[in-house]
């Protein structure tokens, strides 16, 4: 038994080598613990004094515990490893920034947790930022409050383009129950994707219109007479030639 002892959790004895990896194994858990609680801590007062206010402009939490966990050490190559269980101190840092997201998708705006990560006294997060690189804290700060004001008028613009859209329906249903009235996508090289409104009647003739927020209106970008497109050249000509 020389140069052995009991392991308490399973049973078992470990050899003096292993319990040296043990108490290794303990002191860096404490050591990465008491690491993350002082980064933890730095970060919070660098947030502090340059006016992000908790619960506002972030959240946090660092909570420190102790936990028996199953662990692996040694090594596989030289056949030192062993597993056995550690009674250990555990650091848990939670820190990030919080506000506005805007859904495009769902059409929602929800609270957003941005996550950073700090060197120099510098931020880096790439969630409200325009590039991916550290900036100065207050900057950060600006650009926050930037994103979460982007946000709302998104949701905003959203909800002006979602009534207009119903609106713009319910009008042309109205002025013609026979058509078949309904909202598509568009796509422009320019612009990107876009929704219109299809007036579209049993000639297979339509009309689309497209959404102008800003104004409360729609306007016409594209008409299609079926009749007009069936007729010959030459009969096309003599229509244009009697207009």
């Known amino acids: 038994m020389t140069g052995k002892q009991l ?3 399973e049973g078992v004895l470990l050899t003096a080598d292993q319990q040296e990896k043990v108490n290794t194994h303990i002191e860096n858990c404490k050591k ?3 690491h993350a609680q002082t980064k933890h801590n730095n970060i919070v007062r660098l947030l502090n004094i340059n006016g992000f206010c908790k619960d506002l402009h972030f959240e946090e939490d660092c909570k420190v515990t102790i936990e028996t966990r199953k662990v692996t050490l040694g090594y596989r190559y030289n056949n030192t490893d062993f597993e056995t269980e550690v009674t250990a ?3 848990y840092s939670n820190i990030y920034l919080i506000g506005q997201s805007f859904n495009s998708y769902h059409g929602e705006l929800s609270p957003a947790r941005f996550y950073f990560d700090v060197k120099d006294n510098k931020i880096n997060c790439s969630s409200i930022t325009e590039q991916y690189r550290s900036y100065k804290p207050s900057t950060i700060l600006e650009k926050l409050k930037i994103n979460n004001v982007k946000a709302a008028n998104a949701f905003e613009e959203y909800k002006k383009k979602i009534n207009l859209e119903k609106n713009t ?5 109205k002025l013609y129950p026979d058509a078949k009235v309904e909202s598509k996508d568009g796509y422009s090289k320019y612009e990107g994707s876009y929704r219109l409104i299809e007036v ?3 000639s297979g003739s339509y009309v689309r219109f497209r959404l102008d927020t800003y104004n409360n209106k729609e306007y016409m970008c594209t008409k ?3 009749l007009t497109d069936k007729l010959t050249a030459e009969e096309l000509l003599e229509k244009f030639n009697n207009q």
Do not use: G, P, Q, R
Not at 169 to 173: D, H, N
């Open 224 to 226: 299609y007479d079926a």
């Open 7 to 9: 392991d308490l959790f």
């Open 169 to 173: 329906i319910e009008k042309y249903t």
């Open 89 to 91: 101190e555990y650091c």
């Open 200 to 202: 579209l009647f049993k």
């Open 32 to 34: 990465n613990s008491e």
